[in-house]
């Protein structure tokens, strides 16, 4: 695993519900909102304990080998003249990257993304750029998903900092990959504190959230195609479908 701060994971028990275990979170900051063609800016990893200390951190500025847009700037903060004097080559940053998730992966590790199709679709088509092996991504937890599920007809915004003010978890720096990344896996404990059925072993949830995806995308297809007949709501989780 590339250095990060801290020890690496141990093997997980996987027969153990997911919030009695060490846990990581994993967040990008990229240059688009569009997952198929979006390059990695800034990336972090944190590997939390079952009491959610910090065990370990890992992050990266990359080199997009592209213009970073003013809009995507705007949001991370961080400028193409930053991004080509500081960080480093997009090859590099998603070797590196990739690796860590497979350690945690193959140790049995949760990982936590919110809204997980985005990051992680941006990381597979990166990989494909740039000739890094695929590493099948599971047990991953998206609190998105999630939520949307155990609290179908909650009104208003369901974005990372709206769901981290509902549940009262504290949000600094957002839009920075490090505190996104963490206040996911806040707002992931805070819910399954809240919600019982939750509260499931990591394997067990990541195939529900499968099922789970499909039928919110459906749903939300099918509210856009009263307006737009040829809507389209991409449904496939955690990684959408290369187009």
Request: hydrophobic share 45%.
């Amino acid at each position: 695993m590339p250095e990060g701060t801290g020890a690496e994971p141990a093997p997980v028990d996987p027969t153990t519900p997911w919030t009695a275990l060490p846990r990581a979170c994993f967040d990008l900051e990229t240059t688009g909102r569009d997952p198929q063609t979006a390059r990695i800016v800034t990336a972090s990893v944190v590997l939390v304990a079952p009491d959610g200390a910090v065990v370990s951190e890992w992050e990266w500025l990359a080199d997009p080998g592209v213009e970073i847009p003013e809009a995507a700037a705007a949001v991370h903060g961080i400028s193409t003249e930053k991004a080509r004097a500081e960080g480093q080559a997009a090859s590099a940053v998603v070797t590196e990257l990739t690796a860590v998730l497979a350690e945690l992966w193959g140790q049995g590790t949760p990982v936590l993304a919110f809204n997980a199709a985005y990051d992680l679709t941006v990381l597979a088509r990166e990989g494909e750029r740039h000739g890094v092996p695929w590493v099948e991504p599971f047990p991953v937890l998206d609190p998105f998903i999630l939520n949307k599920q155990v609290h179908k007809f909650r009104k208003g915004k369901r974005t990372l900092g709206a769901l981290c003010e509902e549940y009262g978890v504290v949000l600094d720096a957002a839009h920075t990959s490090a505190a996104d990344a963490l206040a996911t896996e806040r707002l992931a404990a805070a819910m399954a504190e809240k919600f019982a059925e939750l509260q499931a072993t990591a394997s067990e949830l990541h195939r529900a959230q499968i099922g789970w995806a499909a039928e919110q995308a459906a749903s939300l297809q099918e509210y856009f195609r009263r307006r737009d007949p040829d809507a389209v709501v991409e449904g496939t989780w955690p990684v959408h479908h290369r187009v």
